[in-house]
T-cell receptor
Framework: KAGVTQTPRYLIKTRGQQVTLSCSPI?????VSWYQQTPGQGLQFLFE???????NKGNFPGRFSGRQFSNSRSEMNVSTLELGDSALYLC?????????????FGSGTQLSVL | AQTVTQSQPEMSVQEAETVTLSCTYD???????LFWYKQPPSRQMILVIR??????QNATENRFSVNFQKAAKSFSLKISDSQLGDAAMYFC?????????FGKGITLSVRP
């Protein structure tokens, strides 16, 4: 069974641009969550989707948005990029949503904003 | 709000020895799960072990075990018989119904 796939692996953008990151969950998994990882702030929860509906959202500005498609694939969009958005963005999938669910992570997208 | 604290940024252990990584958390909830994740240089987070708050028995997965002290809000990870492949960053995490909160992580190096 294929794991969680994130594309692209690396991305370089300039301030003010927008970016879209993609996450394909493990087959059969219906929940996808996104995390931002930086050396200073560590890992922070962005949002979680289940069956195309956003279930939970972290404390990030409205420039960060996401969506989930009927095949459970998810995209994350960041508009008007800032230097501080440079980070590793990880997505994780699970079969259902819930506090006991095991999360399976992708290898992340490393975003650099210049 | 829930917080997870990993106070040690780095630790080192001799191969075949035992090491304990510490983690404390703060919450007012009673129903939650705790996790330890490993992040090797490949960047992919891997679940090491999980513990349900309602279970008094400490979770064990092969060489990995936890010491869960609910009253003290402490959740440490013990790695026995350390191997070179255990070298990675380890994150403690707390999960309630709403979200997953991570600690800042600890870098574990294993000396041959």
């Amino acid at each position: 069974k294929a794991g969680v796939t994130q594309t692209p692996r690396y991305l370089i953008k300039t301030r003010g641009q927008q970016v879209t990151l993609s996450c394909s969950p493990i087959s059969g998994h219906r929940s996808v969550s996104w995390y931002q990882q930086t050396p200073g702030q560590g890992l922070q929860f962005l949002f979680e989707y289940f069956s195309e509906t956003q279930r939970n959202k972290g404390n990030f500005p409205g420039r960060f948005s996401g969506r989930q498609f009927s095949n459970s694939r998810s995209e994350m969009n960041v508009s008007t990029l800032e230097l501080g958005d440079s980070a590793l963005y990880l997505c994780a999938s699970s079969y259902l949503t819930g506090k006991d669910e095991k999360l399976f992570f992708g290898s992340g997208t490393q975003l650099s904003v210049l | 709000a829930q917080t997870v604290t990993q106070s040690q940024p780095e630790m080192s252990v001799q191969e075949a020895e035992t090491v304990t990584l510490s983690c404390t958390y703060d919450t007012s909830e009673s129903d939650y799960y705790l996790f330890w994740y490993k992040q090797p240089p490949s960047r992919q987070m891997i679940l090491v072990i999980r513990q349900e708050a309602y279970k008094q028995q400490n979770a064990t997965e092969n060489r990995f075990s936890v010491n869960f002290q609910k009253a003290a809000k402490s959740f440490s990870l013990k790695i026995s018989d350390s191997q070179l492949g255990d070298a990675a960053m380890y994150f403690c995490a707390y999960r309630s119904i709403n979200k997953l909160t991570f600690g800042k992580g600890i870098t574990l190096s294993v000396r041959p």
